[in-house]
């Protein structure tokens, strides 16, 4: 017996492209470490001149020079590999929350199936026994030919409709197995099966499901990044305005008369040519856009859940609605049926009539909880997998 958790594990450690996002990821982490250190200093031996060689005056010059990063430079490589870790990470997690969501749907899928099945099996049922009686009532002269005739029909139909449903099943416990790497002639039997479809999920409210939304999106984070890379690029390309020493070099010279000689070397960029001023706007207009595209995710992500809340929360009412209405009717069917069939008597043939209306009832009501649960699920996948708060169990289903 196969649990949710179990497939939903599985599926991700088979998932070859969940792997590549997640080294991808690691490599990019690394890069934040190599974006910070400072320059390493640079030790010089010049300038030596050929022709002292031949007279024999060789001088030696060693120096040692170093460079030092303008402010906010350091923080602006270190930043945007940050940025870039941050856009590697949310493709992980995007990727993990997606597949998350498809193996839980599949799951879904089979137990819904499952359950249609059970109860398509009992129309099926009903409709070969029918046929049966109504076939001896032909030969008791208490049905008609075309009675006989209908009857068949209704069975084969029934068997045709099982048979299709089968296939259905068959397809999307395929699709479930591939996605958690396990052998297709593997019997699938999942955990929770009945329960599962015949259960309401507690959904918070509005509000709650935006925030745990914005808490999980991937994208969030990742446009956090950039407005902060953006804005130390944007200090950065702002000091390159102004004078900054290039280089200082320390070091002596010593001669043939082995006599030392303190040198120095500074070199000084002058922002005479290029102010830098369009750097300093593009960079400007870089972090005004990231800021934006933050206040468009957060929007989009609103629109979004709130219009599946709205789409889960209508499947909810009409399943309770149907169920509300059928719960008693279904029940008093059951009970006259039951009594009518163990009679023996001349209403034998309606009471299984009512038998197969009954399930007929059962499968609508299976099938507006279809869906129902797919509105679930998709309003799952926008909030990063899984729902904030746990299921509840709904009225007891009609028997």
Known sequence: MLSLD????????????????????????????????????????????????????????????????????????????????????????????????????????????????????RVAETRRTLATRVAEGVELSVATAVERSLAELSSVDAAQNLADLGQRRSEAASHLLDLAGLDAATPLVLESTQSGTRTLLELPNERALVEEALRHDPRIAAIGARIDAASAKLGFERSKQWPWFGLVGLGYQLGPAVKPGFMMQVGVELPIFDSNRAAVTASDATLTAETLSLASEVERVGLQVRELLRRARSAEALVMQ???????????????????????????????????????????????????????????????????????AAPPAPP
Do not use: H
């Open 6 to 121: 179990a497939l939903v594990e599985k599926a991700e450690k088979r998932s070859v492209r969940l792997q590549e996002l997640r080294a991808r990821a690691e490599a990019t982490r690394l890069a934040v470490d190599a974006a910070s250190p400072l320059p390493n200093p640079e030790l010089r031996l010049a300038p030596m001149n050929l022709n002292e060689f031949a007279d024999g005056n060789v001088g030696l010059r060693p120096m040692l020079r170093m460079t030092f990063p303008r402010p906010f430079e350091s923080a602006a490589s270190t930043s945007a590999a940050r940025a870039a870790d941050a856009e590697a990470r949310s493709a992980v997690l995007a990727e993990q929350q997606a597949l998350e969501a498809e193996v839980r749907w599949a799951f879904d899928d089979v137990a819904l199936l499952d359950a249609e099945l059970e109860t398509l099996a």
């Open 322 to 392: 149907f169920r509300a209405q059928v719960e008693q009717a279904t029940g008093r069917a059951s009970a006259a049926s039951n009594a009518a069939i163990a009679a023996q008597g001349l209403d034998v043939v309606r009471a299984l009539e009512l038998q197969e209306r009954q399930a007929l009832v059962e499968l609508r009501l299976l099938r507006l909880t279809r869906n129902y649960r797919v509105a679930v699920a998709e309003l799952r996948r926008a909030l990063g997998g899984r729902l904030p708060k746990a299921t509840k």
